[in-house]
């Protein structure tokens, strides 16, 4: 199945089952029901028959779901036989915990190389190496690196996001409060934990 057939929300979620299968892999198991799923990611079980019938006919009434045929399929999906590199822009308070925090543990992301404009610049946090930003130009086209973290403070973020963008970047993942213009060829994901803060707040109230 081409992945473009698969809706926006199937695909956001198959990172989360794709490591929760990789757990119950781990610990010997070969297969798992749609219900069992859904108690451990807390996510509907109607939900998870649909997510996964984009992937063909991979489960069985009352057999459940075969663990490493579920793991093969999302890993084709999601490209986890390539380590997707990234890079991350201010290496600050935010950037210096994403880069301590090993991504490539629990999903084949490598943050590769980081930029600031401080006195960071030379040293290597969490094994990434710290560059200025004066060279970003230049660094993003040695390593051909397409995807970005921007942790800059809000100041810095549309500078950064419009070098970002010349320098060829084609997705950025936005921890700034500020809301970011490119074209329509980039995607930008924006993660703001206020928000999402004020909405699980919300929600235990109502
Ligand atoms: N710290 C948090 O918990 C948190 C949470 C959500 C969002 N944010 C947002 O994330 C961003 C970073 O937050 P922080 O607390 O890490 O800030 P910070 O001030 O600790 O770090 C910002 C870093 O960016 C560097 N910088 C400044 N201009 C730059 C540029 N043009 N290019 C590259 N690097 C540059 C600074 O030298 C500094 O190291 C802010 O926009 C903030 O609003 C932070």
Known sequence: MEENKIPQATAKRLPLYYRHLNNLH???????????????????????????????????????????????????????D??????????????TALLNYNFIKNNNTKIEIAFDTNDKVDKTIG?????????????????????????????????????LVNAGIEGILNFTPSRLSVPDTVRVHHIDLSVELQSLIYFLKN
Do not use: C, W
């Open 26 to 80: 781990q610990q010997g198991k070969q297969r798992v029901s749609s219900k069992e799923l859904s108690e451990a990611l807390k996510v509907d079980s109607a939900t998870i028959r649909k997510d996964f019938s984009y992937f063909g006919e991979l489960g069985r009434k009352g057999y459940g779901y075969d663990i490493q045929h579920l793991i093969y399929f999302f890993r084709k999906t999601l490209d986890q």
């Open 82 to 95: 390539e380590i997707s590199r990234v890079a991350l822009v201010g290496v600050g308070n935010l950037g």
């Open 127 to 163: 094994g990434v190496p710290i560059y200025s930003v004066d060279d970003l130009e230049k660094e993003l086209k040695r390593t051909e690196i397409t995807v970005a973290i921007l942790t800059v403070p809000m100041q810095a973020a549309d500078e950064m996001t419009e070098r």
